[in-house]
């Protein structure tokens, strides 16, 4: 389906499952597939099993009025989120829960032959719990060949992805499209009721658990798609900003290139609980980091002093481009188009 029409359909299957009320849950689509698997004995911790049960979920919440599509301090204790209401308007499609349910039963893999934006599940290793990733599958794949792949880290007002509200959404997804990514965009257990990090809101900002499940979960995508393993790419804004920094300079073996977004990595920042960033590890990192000029959250000084730092240390291949007057949306300015995945493609792991 085309992307301009997706968030139509997701109005469309949102409005649905808010009609059908809290007793639609037990006859809802995926809790009737659920059961076809169940019978059929299906392991509980299958791929197709565990998008079903996080889907029913999300539907089961859904009508009870619970779910919401974007995190807030104040009520995330209370409400689950949907990670992105246009993924889940194509996972309750009645021929996506059939391709699921068909793929599982002969041994494939639960998402063979589907392309577009959607949800996967798993398993966290961090605490055996349901969670799930969103990806983005250019319509013209094919494994018999090797494809490049982003990861999104997203910000703190977020779940999985960018605001939805943000007209960089849709554009990143045409980007990906275009110059033929893989994208995959982990949660990186931004939970708000861990009491232990309340200085952070709960958020893990991809340290330890959140660390442990991205890292996780691109492991699953390369096992699920035929990814080139020298051309796997980092971003992300605010939080993700901080955590392609992070991120980037813990596993300089797996990243090709990072382009951070509004993030920060001094250690500097009294408001996060965050240790500075080891910029020996981003040496030979290509980076193209981006900030705001009167960003208000994360202060622009952080990017300059990473960069400059950066220089001093004689890493050979930093970029960095100051947006004047943009303030904490760098990512309306810079994946508005599809410079950095051509800039990305110039990058290959050595």
């Not at 893990?204 to 691109?218: A, F, R, T």
């Not at 992300?236 to 993030?263: E, K, N, Q, V």
């Not at 904490?328 to 051509?342: C, E, G, I, L, P």
Request: hydrophobic letters at 40%; proline letters at 5%.
């Amino acid at each position: 389906m085309a992307l301009s029409k997706l968030r139509i359909a997701s109005k469309l299957a949102v409005t649905a499952c808010l009609a059908a009320g809290p007793s639609h849950a037990a006859d809802d689509v995926f809790t009737s597939a659920i059961k076809i698997l169940q019978n059929k004995g299906t392991a509980s911790d299958n791929d197709g099993m565990l998008i079903l049960k996080r889907c029913q979920y999300y539907l089961s919440e859904i009508s009870r009025g619970n779910a919401y599509g974007h995190w807030d301090v104040a009520g995330a204790r209370k409400n689950p989120q949907v990670y992105d209401f246009i993924a889940f308007s194509v996972m309750c499609y009645q021929g996506t829960v059939d391709r699921i349910v068909s793929n599982t039963l002969s041994g494939k893999d639960a998402f063979d032959g589907m392309t577009g934006f959607f949800e996967r599940a798993y398993a966290s290793a961090a605490d055996k719990s349901i969670d799930s990733y969103l990806m983005y599958v250019p319509t013209k794949y094919d494994r018999t060949r090797a494809w490049p792949l982003v990861v999104m880290l997203h910000g703190l007002g977020e779940g999985a992805f960018f605001s939805t509200a943000s007209p960089a959404h849709q554009l990143f997804l045409e980007s990906c499209e275009k110059q033929g990514f893989i994208m995959v965009a982990p949660n990186g257990r931004n939970h708000p009721d861990r009491d232990s990090q309340k200085i952070n809101y709960g958020a893990s900002l991809y340290m330890n658990d959140g660390e442990q499940d991205v890292m996780q979960v691109i492991e699953l995508v390369r096992k699920a798609y035929n990814i080139d393993p020298n051309r796997i790419y980092l971003t992300g804004i605010s939080m993700g900003g901080w955590g392609t920094w992070y991120l980037g300079s813990r596993h300089p073996d797996l990243f090709a290139a990072i382009a951070p977004l509004c993030g920060w990595g001094t250690g500097e920042l009294k408001r996060w609980k965050s240790p500075p960033v080891d910029l020996a590890g981003l040496k030979n990192m290509p980076i193209y980091a981006f900030h705001g000029e009167k960003d208000p959250v994360i202060p622009v000084s952080e990017t300059r002093k990473m960069t400059a730092k950066l220089s001093a240390l004689g890493a050979a291949d930093v970029t960095y481009e100051e947006l004047p007057g943009v303030l904490h949306n760098a990512q309306d300015f810079v994946y508005n188009d599809d410079r950095v995945f051509k800039w990305f493609l110039n990058h290959k792991r050595k």
